[in-house]
């Protein structure tokens, strides 16, 4: 079963602007962090924002200034608006919480949304 479900990705042109979405299942017992991870073509998986079940943020250098993390927790779904995007965002991204899905899970552990493309073209 899917514990996290990611939306939103597409092609753009490089100033344009993308909005992700990851809903978590309403299932989940507890969600503490949440995060955006992104993974380019040759190149290992980055960190690109964090988000607490406070609402505390913090981003990767690289996108500050433009792009925003917010959740919804009675959606129990995280976002990350995109703006301004460069050919260098493109990647595949991936949601991610720190959580505990059901009862038959014995605490809170990691879960991973499966990848959405992100594709920024010049």
């Known amino acids: 079963q899917v514990q996290l479900m990611e939306s939103g990705g597409g092609l753009v042109q490089a100033g344009e602007s993308l909005k992700l979405s990851c809903a978590a299942s309403?299932?989940?017992?507890?969600?503490?962090?949440m995060a955006w991870y992104r993974q380019a073509p040759g190149k290992q998986r980055e960190l690109v924002a964090t988000?607490?079940?406070?609402?505390?943020?913090n981003y990767l250098d690289s996108v500050k200034g433009r792009f925003t993390i917010s959740r919804d927790n009675a959606e129990n779904t995280v976002y990350l608006q995109m703006n301004s995007l460069r050919p260098e965002d493109t990647a595949v991204y991936y949601c991610?919480?720190?959580?505990?899905?059901?009862?038959?899970?014995?605490?809170?552990?990691?879960?991973w949304g499966q990848g959405t493309q992100v594709t920024v073209s010049s």
């Open positions: 991610y919480t720190w959580g505990r899905a059901d009862r038959s899970t014995p605490g809170n552990r990691a879960y």
């Open positions: 309403r299932s989940f017992i507890s969600i503490n962090d």
């Open positions: 988000i607490t079940d406070g609402g505390g943020t």
